[in-house]
């Protein structure tokens, strides 16, 4: 035999670090930054508190709007000689927002770093944000969204977000809002929402070789003439679980699959659960091996992929499952779907499949914060959540250590197949019959 | 900066059964990159087996000799591992980046795979991941807007006969007909030691990464006859440009222009690449400035320009663009074209060539900032040039592009006799 069939074990662990975090206060503002010795390139964030959750209601889309309108001109330039200059350097603006923050990075060679930063800068505090512009900018991102809602998900994704917080809320409408919410903007949401919230100081994120950086320098580029109180961040909300089960049917006629989006709301990122509940979700829906992707995609072979999580942000949180199913088993794999669902609340996880989700989690740790860009995205967290230097070592501590019985419970706590809302989008004329007949709850069809 | 865009050691090694081990040292992370080129992909595949490759590499996760189905993914991430696998028409390649104290339990992995794979194949298992590539190919290219360019523009490009005229997904038909006689024969054709590149590169050392490759797959036997894939270097001449129109269910008209350049790794698709970069990315782009800013007649997101690298052919440029609501595709279509015609005829300016070389260096670093991406460039270099410390070379020469080669080159091979124009077109609504 040429092959060897023992496997081997594992060799000495090497000993666990993050990057040498260092906070410092500088000209009015403050910043976090992560020491990459010998790295080439490096990554500058500034982290503004002007997420999706400060819109309000109604003015969906408007900081994707203005992210696009920070590179229309500066006071100082136009848009075309912004574009020159910044990508001169060897790095885009990028500008991007979630439920909690907006951030607004640029990446480049170290030695380039202060002058992209200046860039950045000039961008973020004194945009030149002119009317026609604006509208512009409004009518483009209204037609990109247009596009992109032209491909199954969106739609589904919009319609449990509803469901499950409630249109009248803005956590229940698309983080970067919709076609028409964007189309209906006006170019003072724009210019007051930036006043608002774009003037404050916020916090500088560094990734890279410190040695040849000067940390002051760049905050004095950054903060000098902010200015304003760190906003109040907002305490969670209750979100109730739905009453009864129901399935949500989005028609999407000529479909060759069906778009499963299946939810319920879940903890928000603070609460004392999130470490088991982030491994019954890995157990469930997170690892290749998982329940959902083992029986779904690798014994039943009804779709490419299959991915269930809990997702949380400051104030709220969700479960969710998605996938994309051939259309003649959307039904059996709905069943199959919620079934496995059902019986990880009931049974709990094994030690079995625990192994791999804290292996896997804790693992990923040192595996995927690699690169300036991944690190400073770790840092970020640590400023959205207000968590400590050593998050990430005591992370990956609390992840190894969670037990059988920890996980099983935060599964029957927080896993509530009874009041999940699946949607649906696909070809309604040849799924809903079975749709009704598979007994999962009432089906509603999503008006148009 | 450095002046080699490969500032690592590199080691390397050849097995007497013919496999390459390339081993770069890094101790900066607790982690190692395990990586694998096959040289094998679509490329070497007949006619009424397209698909045949990519189908192979979703078996290769489905168990082995010593491997239970699927056990692969569960050791690898139960080790806190991140893997996956990738086919394209020139090669197969197989990765994992784990905690450096789990590198042997790769290396077995692997190992296992490439020699243990044929009897461990069961029909039932090429029926499931049969089902699964369908539903990727749904997923993918079929059940999404302008999902299917690709396929249309591959045949455009290339006549039938070149490796390149079919798409690495396949056809739903060739799936179909797939037996498991034709895989056990795909494999021990082309998963040999010899065909093959081992590249790892982290917190490890060469001495002990060239031990451990001997010790897993020293005794794998290689095989002396593998065929070659069809010579796709020269593309006979065809009957003029390609043009297809297609009208669908798009929201809105996209136009794609191609040209067949050079092969990757060539000094030729070096200048394809700043080429490329000078024409459709970023905002400084041409493209950009005179269709999306300038005339405003595409969707500022949606255009752009890109080679893909392809080392076996003269590899495809690609321009598109997507019309802004009210612009019609003839108009979007002449603009493009405009646009592509005049690299030929307006010099390129030092401006845009450094524009155009620093966004390129951004992108090679970024490539080099984790262990993963310097493991698969390591392994491209082994397997399509010989020598991995090649991998050095390419920042360099993207460096020393001048804006004569660009224009000789769009004079050379971007005219219109040459072109494979691609338009999506919305269906009439009433």
């Known amino acids: 035999m040429t092959l060897i069939a023992t496997r081997p074990g594992a060799g000495a662990a090497r000993p666990y670090r993050f990057p040498q975090v260092v906070r410092r206060s500088a000209a009015g503002g403050q910043v976090v930054a992560a020491h990459l010795p010998g790295q080439n390139l490096a990554v500058a964030l500034l982290l503004l508190d002007g997420g999706a959750g400060r819109e309000p209601v109604g003015k969906e889309g408007l900081g994707g709007v203005l992210a696009k309108a920070l590179e229309e001109g500066t006071a100082q330039r136009d848009a075309t000689a912004y574009a020159l200059a910044i990508e001169a350097l060897g790095t885009e603006l990028v500008a991007g927002l979630d439920w909690d923050s907006f951030q607004v990075s640029v990446q480049v060679p170290v030695d380039r770093l202060g002058a992209a930063v200046e860039l950045l800068t000039e961008a973020v505090r004194t945009p030149k944000l002119d009317p026609a512009d604006v509208r512009r900018v409004r009518d483009d991102e209204a037609t990109a969204l247009r596009m992109d809602w032209a491909n199954p998900g969106p739609r589904a994704d919009a319609v449990l977000r509803a469901d499950l917080f409630g249109a009248d809320n803005r956590w229940g409408r698309p983080l970067y809002g919709d076609p028409d919410s964007v189309a209906a903007l006006d170019v003072d949401d724009v210019t007051v929402f930036h006043s608002e919230w774009f003037i404050r100081p916020g916090t500088l994120i560094v990734a890279g070789d410190l040695d040849r950086i000067d940390l002051d320098a760049l905050a004095a580029t950054v903060f000098t003439g902010a200015g304003g109180a760190a906003p109040d961040k907002g305490g969670p909300i209750e979100v109730p679980l739905s009453e009864r089960r129901r399935i949500i049917l989005v028609d999407r006629p000529g479909s060759v699959q069906s778009t499963l989006r299946l939810g319920h709301p879940s903890p928000h990122r603070a609460h004392p659960d999130h470490v088991p509940m982030t491994l019954a979700g890995t157990v469930l829906g997170g690892a290749f091996t998982s329940r959902l992707n083992h029986l779904i995609r690798e014994v039943r072979g009804y779709t490419y992929g299959i991915r269930g999580d809990f997702a949380s942000s400051r104030r709220f949180g969700r479960f969710a499952i998605s996938s994309g199913v051939q259309t003649a088993v959307t039904a059996p794999a709905l069943v199959e779907a919620v079934g496995e669902v059902s019986r990880t609340r009931l049974t709990g996880v094994t030690e079995d499949e625990l192994a791999v989700a804290r292996s896997w989690r804790a693992g990923q740790l040192s595996v995927e914060l690699q690169s300036p860009r991944a690190i400073a995205s770790a840092l970020t967290t640590l400023v959205v959540h207000d968590l400590p230097d050593d998050y990430h070592a005591r992370l990956r501590e609390a992840l190894l250590a969670a037990t059988v019985e920890e996980v099983s419970a935060a599964a029957v706590a927080h896993l509530h197949p009874e009041s999940l809302t699946l949607v649906v989008e696909g070809d309604s004329a040849l799924i809903r019959d079975d749709l009704v007949a598979a007994g999962l709850g009432e089906v509603v069809d999503h008006a148009p | ?430």
């Open chain 2, 1 to 430: 900066m450095p002046d080699s865009g490969y500032p690592w050691p590199i080691e390397t090694t050849r097995l007497d059964n013919g496999l390459r081990v390339v081993v770069s040292e890094d101790r900066t992370a607790p982690a190692v990159a395990v990586n694998l080129w096959y040289d094998v992909g679509s490329r070497h595949e007949p006619e009424g087996q397209t698909g045949f490759a990519h189908l192979f590499e979703h078996l290769m996760f489905e168990g082995s000799v010593n491997v239970a189905k699927t056990e692969h993914m569960k050791l690898i991430q139960g080790s806190g591992g991140s893997l996956n696998a990738t086919t394209n028409p020139d090669r197969t390649n197989y990765f994992e980046t784990v905690p450096a104290e789990h590198l042997e339990l790769a290396l077995w992995l692997e190992a296992d795979r490439m020699g243990g794979l044929v009897p461990a194949l069961t029909q039932e298992t090429l029926d499931n991941q049969r089902d699964v590539v369908k539903n990727e190919r749904r997923q993918r290219y079929e059940n999404v807007p302008y999902g299917d360019a690709w396929l249309r523009l591959l045949p455009l490009l290339y006549p039938p006969g070149h490796p390149y005229h079919h798409a690495t997904i396949g056809s739903m038909a060739d799936l179909n007909a797939a037996d498991l006689a034709t895989f056990q024969a795909f494999h021990s054709t082309f998963y040999a030691p010899n065909n093959a590149v081992l590249t790892v590169v982290g917190d490890t050392t060469a001495a002990e990464v060239f031990a451990l490759a001997d010790k897993y797959f020293g005794a794998l036997p290689p095989r002396d006859d593998i065929p070659a894939a069809p010579d796709g270097r020269t593309v006979p001449a065809g009957g003029g440009p390609g043009v297809e129109t297609v009208t669908t269910d798009v929201p809105a008209p996209r136009v794609y222009v191609a040209h067949r350049t050079h092969p990757f790794g060539t000094p030729g698709y070096d200048v394809t690449t700043v080429l490329a970069t000078v024409l459709g990315s970023g905002r400084g782009s041409r493209l950009y400035q005179r269709l999306a800013d300038g005339e405003r007649i595409a969707q500022p997101d949606l255009v752009g320009a890109y080679g893909v690298d392809l080392a076996h052919g003269p590899a495809p440029l690609i321009a598109t663009a997507t019309a802004r609501p009210g612009v019609s595709g003839d108009r979007l279509r002449e603009g493009l074209t405009e646009v592509v015609d005049e690299l030929a005829t307006v010099p390129v300016t030092a401006a845009e060539l450094d524009r155009a070389k620093a966004l390129l260096s951004t992108m090679w670093w970024r490539q080099m900032s984790t262990v993963d991406g310097r493991a698969d460039t390591l392994g491209r270099y082994a397997t399509q040039f010989g020598d991995p410390a090649r991998a050095g070379e390419r920042l360099p020469a993207w460096l020393a592009v001048t804006a004569e080669q660009i224009a000789e080159q769009a004079a050379e091979l971007l005219g219109a006799a040459d072109r494979a124009t691609l338009t999506y077109l919305p269906e009439e609504t009433s």
